[in-house]
């Protein structure tokens, strides 16, 4: 880790040899020092440890404590649980903060998510993008509103590894609100106390307890099946401490085991553009593409680009041209800037539009005469986003974009297009973004 001083001058040689007089120095700093962590963040209505329903519905202050050696410019982020808040919330710091030697940041009502644990910490980027080391200490506390317990999953489907010999590439995170998992940590749940029904010939599932609010599914084994299957998970009473499973929201949940032949698997590379076929496939982008272009064809396509970096050259393009093509399921897809490694979904084969976005959205929010609109983390249905939208005599666009955390589809953030964005029209879902923190969507992010 170091910051070191450089500079650089120029001249001009002309076609005879002459050399002109040197530019004026162009000074630069290569900085690969770490800023140091905030020391930990408290929050006065957390301080009996539980965060109430009036004390969510107003927001409430988190209070950072500052490093001595904390510099302007440099950006505080809160973490729920070591990840950014679906809406990033950040502060950059200025010479009050510094003074004071600490900076509030207001979590907003619904930021935190579902009833349960909580862990809040706080991280600092400088100007030259170099992130602190290590977190803060932690702010844990239990959120209770008093909602009825629910179970939400951290994907729809599972998917057949690039190797086509009928194994599982991925696992499910099921989380817990209002209740907790019984048993064990990192033990296996036994299967008595829950059932998954409809699993291909050849893979067998597992659920394991991961913390006393979440549980990992994974399905091992290989199988000869070469058409997706449904599945269902239901959880039973002993799987949960002290709560009748049947009182759970989603305590039965349908899933997709997508496998296919050898023809609907497909590694992507940088350097061009990856097809698929005609029918649902399963593409992979490669560990070392450089940026790569995908464009999904027929068919409901599952394509996974979690490997790339968290650089330019990790910036992948999602192409889609037309919408009966089916809802493709993407995976690893990131929001924020593509200099960043955020990805695109180039939507412009489908009607080439000069986009004007809104984010954060509601369903009574004032919706102006946009036509990509984002809405916040709170779980909608299309029908009820598109009826707000369409109720908002500002709105002028027919066709455009609606993107929200689907409620129909546990919550997953969902890619729809319009016909008529004024005239409540027509609504088809283009693709699912699983596991995306909505806020994180920019401008960048999406190409109409």
Do not use: C, W
């Not at 209740?179 to 409809?198: K, L, P, Q």
């Not at 924020?336 to 004007?356: E, F, H, P, R």
């Amino acid at each position: 880790m170091r910051k070191m001083a450089r500079s650089t001058l120029q001249a001009v040689t002309d076609a005879a040899g002459n050399v002109g007089t040197a530019s004026s120095a162009l000074a630069l700093t290569y900085d690969t020092a770490a800023p140091s962590a905030p020391s930990g963040v408290t929050a006065t209505a957390a301080v009996d440890s539980t965060i109430s329903a009036a004390e969510e519905a107003n927001g409430f202050d988190v209070v950072v404590t500052l490093a001595t050696d904390a510099a302007l410019g440099n950006v505080v982020e809160l973490l729920l649980g070591g990840s950014s808040f679906d809406t990033p919330l950040t502060k950059t710091l200025t010479q009050t903060h510094k003074d004071q030697g600490f900076v509030n940041i207001t979590v907003a009502s619904g930021a935190l998510g579902d009833d349960g644990a909580k862990s809040i910490t706080a991280k600092v980027t400088d100007a030259a993008g170099n992130a602190s080391d290590e977190n803060s200490s932690a702010l844990t506390f239990t959120l209770s509103t008093g909602e009825a317990p629910k179970v939400t999953y951290s994907a729809t489907q599972f998917y057949e590894k690039l190797a086509n010999d009928g194994s599982i590439q991925n696992a499910l995170t099921l989380t817990l609100s209002g209740t907790e998992f019984a048993g064990t940590v990192d033990e296996a749940i036994a299967s008595a106390n829950y059932s998954v029904t409809g699993l291909p010939a050849g893979l067998s599932a597992s659920l394991v307890k991961k913390s006393a609010t979440t549980a990992e599914l994974t399905l091992t084994g290989n199988t000869s099946v070469t058409t997706d299957a449904a599945i269902n998970i239901k959880l039973g009473n002993g799987a949960l401490v002290e709560t009748d499973a049947s009182t759970v929201e989603g305590f039965s949940t349908d899933l997709i085991v997508n496998v296919g032949g050898a023809s609907t698997l497909i590694e992507a590379q940088g350097g061009g553009v990856t097809s698929g076929t005609s029918a649902g496939d399963i593409i992979y982008s490669a560990s070392d593409a450089i940026n790569p272009v995908i464009k999904g064809l027929a068919g409901s396509d599952t394509i996974d680009i979690s490997n790339g970096s968290a650089s330019s050259n990790g910036s992948a393009t999602i192409t889609m041209s037309d919408t009966t093509y089916g809802t493709d399921y993407v995976v690893g897809f990131k929001g924020g800037a593509t200099s960043a490694g955020g990805d695109v979904l180039d939507l412009s084969g489908i009607a080439s539009l000069t986009d004007s976005l809104a984010t954060g959205l509601t369903t009574s929010s004032d919706f102006a005469a946009n036509n990509v609109f984002i809405f916040s983390s709170a779980k909608v249905s299309i029908g009820d986003a598109a009826a707000a939208i369409a109720a908002d005599a500002d709105v002028v666009a027919t066709e455009g974009y609606i993107v929200i955390k689907d409620a129909d589809n546990n919550g997953i953030t969902t890619v729809y297009h319009s016909t008529d964005l004024a005239g409540n029209g027509t609504e088809t879902a283009l693709v699912q973004l699983s596991g995306l923190a909505i806020g994180t969507l920019i401008g960048e992010n999406l190409l109409v």
